[in-house]
């Protein structure tokens, strides 16, 4: 065999997690719990690529140069992060609604009388005033994202609620991509909540999303509704879905968060590539989820800072058939959280997801939600060198200690970050 040159090499890996085997299909039911550990695990990188994968003492033995050699020895190595719903452009913070919360007010009842993603919308519109300064504000968001594993992120609009800011904010996306290692996908979420100044006049906010969606084609990958009390109705987020779908921009749907008002049915029948909270599903539901060939992205971050404790039913999800992703749904009003160890944390506490499904549900299931499979979420042959390494020495380790960032390094299109 002729021996090859790379340009990085991580060594010694306790254990290797590849989480391979599932770039054409999500992984569902018992293919959940393989995450495809290599002891001793060796990783090869050149030109931003994963090159080769093996036990190290075999790939080393294959090696005629390497530029940079990391030693992962006593540590795990695994897909980066893929953080496949998050609303984390914004202007901002919430903090005061938060201790209101604490008092017991609910976030539907915040959200009525005009606080909540109002209160958001109001901030940002401010804050795109000076887009660079918004732009700066958000870089440090995605340093920090990046410092705690993830390698891409989904990014929602819905905080301009209007033709000008929506088509700012999908700008400020683009440029962020641009200029930050992050992988941004960006989604079109006109239909967040209607803006005050249309209260009183639903059917023209929907005419103006209708406009707007032939304008925002090439910028949004996604088009999602929040169909949810107070929110939108089922049948205006079939309304704006399919119009969306001609267009040739994808579904999502922010559904079944607090109460079920038909968004599952719709976001079934238009194809939907995820569906996403499901907090409030009964049986039925899930059996429609399971034979849709929808993702379900679930947000265990959301119940966990509204205090409801009301988490969607994961392992009767997982025990049907349904691909589940993990998500952190970072926003400033249900979950000011961009870790997405937090998220596994929380997923396995309160879902009783187990430490292996919730590596698959955050990595290989997520690049799933967000059609980046081919390309991301698992470390094979051929995909991006999206890597991080943690400071333990077995996966089991990653939800059990809670609340701390374990990364060690994060390799990002085969740099070092
Ligand atoms: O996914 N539910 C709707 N939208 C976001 C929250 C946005 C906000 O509160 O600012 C969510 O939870
Ligand atoms: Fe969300």
Not at 169 to 181: C, F, G, R
Not at 272 to 297: F, M, P, W
Not at 307 to 316: E, L, V
């Amino acid at each position: 065999m002729t021996k090859k040159s790379f340009d990085l090499i991580i060594k010694n890996a306790n254990e290797l997690i590849t989480v391979e085997g599932a770039s054409k299909y999500p992984k569902i039911k018992k293919q959940m719990e393989e995450v495809g550990t290599i002891k001793n695990g060796a990783v090869a990188i050149k030109n931003g690529r994963i090159v080769a994968i093996g036990e190290t003492k075999n790939l080393l033995a294959n090696t005629k140069s390497v530029k940079k050699i990391i030693d992962a020895k006593n540590k795990i190595v695994m897909p980066g992060f893929v953080d496949c719903h998050t609303h984390l452009l914004f202007g901002g913070s919430r903090e005061n609604e938060f201790t209101e919360k604490l008092k017991g007010s609910s976030y539907l009842e915040i959200l009525k009388k005009g606080g909540g993603i109002l209160n958001t919308v109001t901030a940002t519109r401010k804050e795109l005033e000076k887009p660079e300064k918004i732009t700066n504000k958000t870089l440090k968001t995605l340093d920090r994202m990046m410092s705690y594993g993830t390698t891409t992120a989904e990014v929602k609009t819905g905080y301009g609620l209007n033709a000008e800011a929506e088509l700012q904010m999908l700008n400020v996306i683009k440029k962020l991509n641009a200029i930050h290692p992050i992988d941004l996908i960006p989604t079109f979420l006109g239909a967040h909540i209607i803006p005050k100044e249309y209260i009183n006049k639903r059917k023209e906010y929907i005419n103006l999303l209708l406009e707007m969606l032939p304008k925002i084609k090439k910028l949004a990958k996604y088009c999602d509704v929040f169909c949810e009390k107070n929110a939108f109705t089922a049948k205006e987020a079939k309304q704006i879905l399919q119009e969306a779908k001609q267009l040739g921009i994808k579904s999502k749907l922010h559904t079944n968060q607090f109460n079920d008002i038909g968004g599952i049915k719709i976001g079934i029948d238009l194809k939907a590539t995820s569906l996403d909270h499901l907090d409030y599903v009964n049986e039925e539901h899930i059996k429609k989820i399971s034979t849709s060939g929808t993702i379900a992205v679930l947000l265990p971050g959301v119940p966990f800072h509204l205090m409801n404790k009301h988490y969607a039913p994961a392992q009767k999800m997982i025990k049907a058939g349904i691909p589940i992703a993990l998500a952190t749904d970072f926003n400033p009003g249900s979950c000011p959280t961009l870790s997405m160890q937090m998220i596994i944390d929380l997923a396995c506490r309160n879902m009783k997801i187990t430490p292996n499904q919730a590596i698959n549900a955050t990595t290989i299931n997520a690049s799933h939600a967000i059609g980046m499979a081919q390309e991301i979420g698992s470390i094979e042959i051929g995909k991006k060198a999206d890597i991080i390494i943690l400071d333990i020495p077995n996966h089991k380790q990653l939800p059990y200690w809670f609340g701390i960032n374990l990364i060690k390094t994060v390799i990002k299109n085969g740099k070092i970050t």
